[in-house]
């Protein structure tokens, strides 16, 4: 909408100046007539000539030249007589003089999509392909940013996705941020870049960047075992999931008592799943249900349909007109769709919430805990609940309403997305993607984070790295074993240790760089989702769930388990801890210090230091063993860890940074 407001605006501001900008006048005064431009006999010239029915002739050369505006830098005797000319920087087009960079910017301009809505920067086309010139005068639309590195509007919140009593939010940078319940680990997201995000009632699920499918929380119906393959649009019901394959076919998992994880043989655009039963827009834009039909809430009409929502047992849809329908079970009023036109539509379990055509939104149905009652103002998406509803507005932020019982409308206020914790230093990513770094002396210049954007940073000794939003590496400090002589290309994942880096390239190669005396660069030519480095060796694990490492073997640290159902591996000085999908912990190597006792129970991350390691629980508290003080550790719940020499840093649900240890480091 706003590259069609600012097209229309350029088209104005030429018509303005199409009638009352430079050219000669047959009377020497500024005709009000309806008049039309005609050209001289001369196609490339750059005066046009106005003619009227008076067909008088000019008498005045200052009155010709007192049309011509601003713009203009001169008025000459040409061959057809005096007429304007534009100054350097202007063009002629429809008879005046315009900036020739707007004229650029204006000629072409390009969407970059983000979740389901295309915000749209101005452009030109030059020889290197498309870019967006410094001194184009354009903006994204309202409510957009415009991001340097990836020269796109992007929006801090993509994707919402609300449960049973909890909420997930999609950033752009591909991390999630979970609020709400978490009795079964369903707001303790793993540490994967994710795509999409799909809430349902106790547990969550996700797409990550390399398009399949993996799921976090309770599994009572085997709701968190997702096939493999590469999927799109997941949904997720109340303890079911579904998502479109490659095919656009819909794959369901999880409870299917009522037929509801067994969908017919479509394609599909879009999918929505209930508590029972299942639905979908197909590519001929028909509804299609599959699940329970008690309620009769698959019984929507016949029609051309661009959305559906599937509630706890009613359905509704709108269809091409903008017309909101609802079907099934109405005891609360929640298919009691009031009049209008709406261009998006959610279910909760006995309400329903919609977004007008003048990004408006109404909710009707239940409003026991208060979830119909939308505040005021534009929106651009919403996901309902099962009690509570949560949107992104034009201004980028996250707001909730409904039930709160467990915190499930209240996103977290903190600002740090990612911590790396080193010898005797630690970096975070903050809210805005800008790197800070404290604690240290910075006799390397280790803290001295250039004024970038990133999406992850790492530690060594005397130097960091980070993952630049555009996917690739900048690194500073010291440089006396080229740890800081980053290679080129676009990475997923990094990590640094000692006096090396490693970093997983988007095609999943691992490269390395950096001191080599114990070959911890030389990384096998095998495919990997994630890298960690320790003092003198490397591991990593491969697409298959396997582990890989390279590097000393002194004290057994590269000495790998059999099996591949590893999903988290972090090297320590001289031992390497690997998280399993069982959620339980394996480690080997050196065990001066109990730092590779293998711990019971259950756990969603781990951070293995120089003698110590750390870990999350499935409850979001932490576990530690080896040398550290056990006593200092703070009470969670938490969502990532980094554990440094002797101490441990930990990012908690809100967002907030918790460091612990001997060596405790604080921002100044």
């Given at each position: 909408?706003?590259?069609?407001?600012?097209?229309?605006?350029?088209?104005?501001?030429?018509?303005?100046?199409?009638?009352?900008?430079?050219?000669?006048?047959?009377?020497?005064?500024?005709?009000?007539?309806?008049?039309?431009?005609?050209?001289?006999?001369?196609?490339?010239?750059?005066?046009?000539?106005?003619?009227?029915?008076?067909?008088?002739?000019?008498?005045?050369?200052?009155?010709?030249?007192?049309?011509?505006?601003?713009?203009?830098?001169?008025?000459?005797?040409?061959?057809?007589?005096?007429?304007?000319?534009?100054?350097?920087?202007?063009?002629?087009?429809?008879?005046?003089?315009?900036?020739?960079?707007?004229?650029?910017?204006?000629?072409?301009?390009?969407?970059?999509?983000?979740?389901?809505?295309?915000?749209?920067?101005?452009?030109?086309?030059?020889?290197?392909?498309?870019?967006?010139?410094?001194?184009?005068?354009?903006?994204?639309?309202?409510?957009?940013?415009?991001?340097?590195?990836?020269?796109?509007?992007?929006?801090?919140?993509?994707?919402?996705?609300?449960?049973?009593?909890?909420?997930?939010?999609?950033?752009?940078?591909?991390?999630?941020?979970?609020f709400g319940s978490n009795n079964y680990g369903e707001s303790l997201p793993p540490l994967k870049s994710f795509k999409e995000i799909a809430a349902g009632r106790n547990h969550t699920c996700g797409i990550i960047i390399d398009h399949s499918i993996t799921c976090f929380g309770d599994n009572s119906e085997g709701q968190k075992y997702a096939p493999a393959g590469n999927f799109s649009n997941i949904e997720c019901g109340a303890y079911h999931c579904c998502a479109l394959d490659s095919d656009k076919k819909a794959v369901c998992f999880g409870d299917d008592t009522y037929d509801q994880s067994s969908p017919p043989d479509n394609t599909f655009k879009k999918l929505s799943l209930g508590e029972r039963f299942s639905c979908g827009v197909t590519d001929t834009k028909e509804i299609k249900c599959w699940g329970s039909d008690a309620q009769n809430q698959q019984q929507l009409p016949v029609d051309n349909y661009v959305d559906v929502a599937a509630g706890g047992f009613h359905a509704c849809g709108i269809n091409e007109s903008g017309t909101l329908i609802c079907k099934g079970f109405n005891d609360y009023g929640q298919c009691d769709v009031p009049p209008g036109i709406y261009k998006k539509v959610t279910a909760g379990e006995f309400h329903t919430c919609a977004i007008k055509d003048d990004d408006t939104i109404i909710c009707f149905g239940s409003n026991a805990y208060n979830q119909i009652d939308a505040p005021a103002g534009r929106y651009f998406d919403i996901n309902a609940g099962d009690y509570h509803n949560c949107m992104v507005g034009f201004d980028r932020v996250v707001t909730c309403f409904g039930n709160n019982t467990n915190g499930e409308s209240e996103p977290p206020s903190g600002t740090v997305l990612e911590v790396a914790a080193g010898i005797s230093y630690i970096c975070e990513v903050e809210s805005d993607n800008h790197v800070t770094c404290f604690g240290g002396d910075n006799l390397h210049g280790e803290m001295d984070v250039p004024n970038d954007k990133f999406t992850s940073v790492a530690n060594g000794i005397i130097h960091s790295c980070g993952l630049l939003q555009d996917g690739t590496i900048k690194c500073w400090g010291g440089n006396y074993d080229g740890q800081t002589d980053s290679p080129t290309g676009n990475f997923t994942q990094i990590d640094a240790d000692n006096y090396h880096s490693c970093a997983v390239r988007d095609d999943g190669k691992v490269l390395c760089w950096g001191r080599n005396t114990d070959t911890q660069t030389d990384a096998p030519d095998d495919t990997f989702r994630q890298i960690s480095t320790g003092y003198y060796h490397s591991c990593g694990i491969t697409i298959e769930g396997a582990l890989k490492c390279f590097g000393s073997n002194l004290k057994g640290q590269s000495t790998l388990p059999q099996g591949t159902d590893f999903v988290e591996v972090s090297s320590g000085a001289a031992y390497t801890c690997a998280l399993k999908t069982d959620g339980t912990i394996t480690c080997f190597g050196d065990n001066s210090s109990g730092q590779s006792d293998e711990p019971y129970g259950e756990f969603i991350n781990i951070g293995a230091g120089d003698y110590h390691m750390c870990a999350i629980k499935k409850d979001g508290e932490l576990y530690c063993q080896g040398n550290i003080d056990t006593t200092s550790i703070p009470q969670g719940p938490f969502i990532s860890i980094s554990s440094g020499h002797n101490y441990t840093c930990a990012i908690k649900q809100n967002g907030t940074l918790n460091c612990f240890g001997e060596q405790t480091r604080t921002k100044k």
């Open positions: 909408m706003g590259n069609y407001l600012k097209i229309f605006f350029g088209l104005f501001f030429v018509f303005s100046f199409y009638i009352s900008g430079c050219s000669k006048v047959s009377n020497g005064t500024v005709d009000t007539d309806s008049d039309t431009f005609d050209k001289g006999s001369d196609e490339t010239d750059s005066q046009y000539i106005e003619s009227d029915s008076d067909s008088d002739t000019a008498t005045s050369t200052d009155n010709i030249c007192s049309q011509c505006d601003e713009s203009v830098e001169d008025c000459v005797d040409g061959s057809d007589g005096f007429e304007c000319v534009c100054k350097p920087d202007f063009i002629r087009e429809s008879g005046v003089c315009i900036n020739s960079k707007d004229v650029d910017c204006a000629l072409v301009y390009e969407s970059h999509s983000i979740s389901h809505i295309a915000p749209v920067a101005i452009t030109y086309s030059s020889d290197n392909g498309w870019s967006t010139p410094d001194d184009c005068d354009w903006s994204c639309e309202f409510g957009w940013q415009y991001d340097d590195l990836s020269k796109k509007c992007l929006l801090e919140s993509v994707a919402i996705s609300a449960g049973g009593s909890h909420t997930a939010v999609l950033k752009v940078d591909g991390t999630l941020s979970c």
